[in-house]
């Protein structure tokens, strides 16, 4: 079965940057669509982005929309999320999740344990 582990998270400054990672084991992620999600204590869970099995296409909430970065590095069995001018709003806990198939889906079958971002001064 496919195992998702964040890693990555910390405690940065506003303005900061953080680079997320989510590798795989027991598939290969290539064979996926990923998304980031975070969630606040006491807020509902919110898509960050989401990465074709390709990579050839991507999505971004507008709450990250050009400060986020997703990748992915199939060689690697991995996917990055690229965290820059970072806010105390991002503050929250970040997972990665994954479905079989080619493009962005609406729900996901598999989740990683997340990993904490805090961003604070």
């Known amino acids: 079965q496919l195992q998702l582990v964040e890693s990555g998270g910390g405690l940065v400054q506003p303005g900061g940057s953080l680079r997320l990672s989510c590798t795989a084991s027991g598939n290969t992620l290539d064979h996926y669509a990923i998304g980031w999600f975070r969630q606040a204590p006491g807020k509902e869970r919110e898509g960050v982005s989401c990465i074709s099995m390709s990579g050839g296409s991507s999505k971004y909430a507008d709450s990250v929309k050009g400060r986020f970065t997703i990748s992915r590095d199939n060689g690697k069995n991995t996917v990055y999320l690229q965290m820059n001018s970072l806010k105390p709003e991002d503050t929250g806990i970040y997972y990665c999740?994954?479905?079989?198939?080619?493009?962005?889906?609406?729900?996901?079958?598999?989740w990683g344990q997340g990993t904490q971002v805090t961003v604070s001064s």
């Open positions: 999740a994954a479905r079989s198939g080619w493009y962005c889906p609406a729900a996901y079958d598999y």
